[in-house]
């Protein structure tokens, strides 16, 4: 079956150091990964995506995710926290030959401490 | 920019009400997809629609139904509201055309609206 894992329900750090959430996958061929973030009584916004090519993608709000294909995992990063980033974090595969259907893992709270 | 919008953003129902969830998007987009959110299980697909009056069941369609009549417009129906309903319902976009198999395109993502908070008393 087609799953995704974030491992970690909340992640706390503090502002201006560098923060990860974790995400791992488990869908057949080579899925296409995204990163949506969910802000306070908000939909969820669109922050990258990995199709192919280069492991390290860049995104909005100075996002960045890195790609690992042995790990299957698709972590996002950003080299120095604002206290704004403080939301859930959504980490989400589109797997190859399934049709529309993206699958969504539980999502991780963030929180950035002033 | 696209925009997603849905009619409610804080709904209260009785158990055994009929309920309607609206939403609507103004690209011109193909699909359009009606998720469940709740705390520890993400999002969950209830049903999509990749052209006007055609559907598709998702991972949890039990206990609703869908109305596409027309390309903007795609309406959740909750045809008798029980209180295990009670959740966030997310609606998305996206501007491809449904395609069975195949890998995805790069094009590929969802917009989605600001979410109904939906509960079932």
């Known amino acids: 079956a087609q799953s995704v894992a974030q491992p970690e329900d909340q992640v706390n750090v503090a502002e201006g150091n560098p923060l990860t959430v974790k995400c791992t996958y488990s ?12 802000y306070p009584n908000r939909g969820l ?10 492991n390290l993608v860049k995104g909005s709000y100075g996002f960045e995710a890195e790609f690992n294909k042995s790990q299957t ?35 991780t709270r963030l929180s950035v401490l002033p | 920019d696209v925009k997603v919008t849905q009619s409610s953003r804080y709904l209260v129902k009785r158990t055994g009400e009929k309920v309607f969830l609206e939403c609507v998007q103004d690209m011109d ?10 705390p520890g299980l ?7 629609s990749y052209d006007v009056k055609m559907k ?5 369609p039990e206990g609703y139904s869908v109305s596409r ?16 309903q009670t959740s966030m319902y997310l609606c998305a976009s996206s ?27």
């Open chain 2, 56 to 60: 598709e069941k998702g991972d949890i």
């Open chain 1, 27 to 38: 869908v057949s061929g080579n899925p296409y990964l995204f990163w949506y973030v969910q």
């Open chain 2, 95 to 121: 501007p491809l055309r449904f395609r069975p198999a195949g890998p995805p395109l790069s094009t590929d993502r969802q917009y989605f609206g600001p979410g109904t908070r939906l509960t079932v008393l």
């Open chain 1, 73 to 107: 995992s698709f972590h996002l990063k950003k080299p120095s926290a604002l206290v704004s980033d403080s939301a859930l974090y959504f980490c989400a595969v589109r797997p190859y030959n399934y049709g529309q259907n993206f699958v969504f893992g539980p999502g």
């Open chain 2, 29 to 38: 987009h193909e699909n359009m997809f009606w998720y469940r959110q709740d």
């Open chain 2, 69 to 84: 009549e027309k390309k903007e417009r795609f309406s959740l129906i909750l045809e008798s509201a029980s209180t295990n």
């Open chain 1, 45 to 54: 916004q669109f922050l990258l995506k990995y199709i192919t090519g280069d």
């Open chain 2, 42 to 48: 993400g999002l969950r697909l209830i049903y999509f």
